[in-house]
């Protein structure tokens, strides 16, 4: 009989003793599993993009949206390349452009074809011209000239025009009148023509 309770006394003991290890050994293989936190997986728009148009054999990239800002590179026809944004009034693009300062640059838009919708930017600020022209007053002084006031000359009327008269000579010889001559000779005509007559008869 005490072997018998022997017996279960051992076989208790044993199922204790197993029990507590196996929940010893589960309990440390949880605290050795590390929590990691997985992040949530959010999608991301795609990047709008602009096409260099045919028409166009190459265009020009600027610093920014302006004729005033310095050429930083080209794009030839049909070429492709990811677009950031746009100005207020539509007529530049921001783009991405590795190799010059900041990454970006900008194209004219009438120039490209846009695929994508872009936001608005803000345009970098207008750029300062390299030198300011400056003018050195000592030097611009030197080729001031000062010309003294004179007073007018005071003003003489001309002297009046004489124009010479002519006087037309009286004539002192007498002149036989051309018309009595005339008369005397037909008269005499006449007389001579007269006798002719009378001595054909």
Do not use: C
């Amino acid at each position: 009989m005490k072997k018998i309770e022997f017996v279960l006394i051992t076989i208790s003991s044993l199922i204790l003793i197993t029990t507590h290890f196996v929940n010893f050994v589960q309990a440390k293989t949880i605290d050795q599993i590390p929590t990691v936190a997985i992040p949530t997986v959010t999608s991301s728009p795609s990047l709008a993009t602009i096409v260099v148009t045919m028409e166009q054999e190459q265009i020009n990239v600027r610093a920014g949206p302006d004729t005033e800002y310095p050429i930083v590179g080209v794009l030839i026809a049909g070429q492709r390349v990811p677009a950031l944004g746009r100005t207020v009034g539509g007529n530049w693009i921001k783009i991405v452009y590795p190799g010059v300062p900041g990454g970006t640059a900008w194209v004219y838009a009438p120039l490209v074809t846009v695929e994508g919708s872009l936001p608005l930017v803000e345009p970098p600020p207008t750029p300062t011209p390299k030198t300011t022209p400056t003018v050195n007053p000592t030097l611009a002084a030197q080729y001031l000239i000062e010309i003294p006031p004179t007073r007018l000359p005071t003003f003489t009327p001309p002297q009046p025009i004489v124009y010479p008269t002519f006087t037309v000579p009286q004539s002192t010889t007498t002149r036989f009148p051309m018309g009595l001559a005339i008369v005397g000779f037909g008269i005499i005509g006449l007389f001579g023509a007269l006798i002719s007559i009378l001595r054909g008869r």
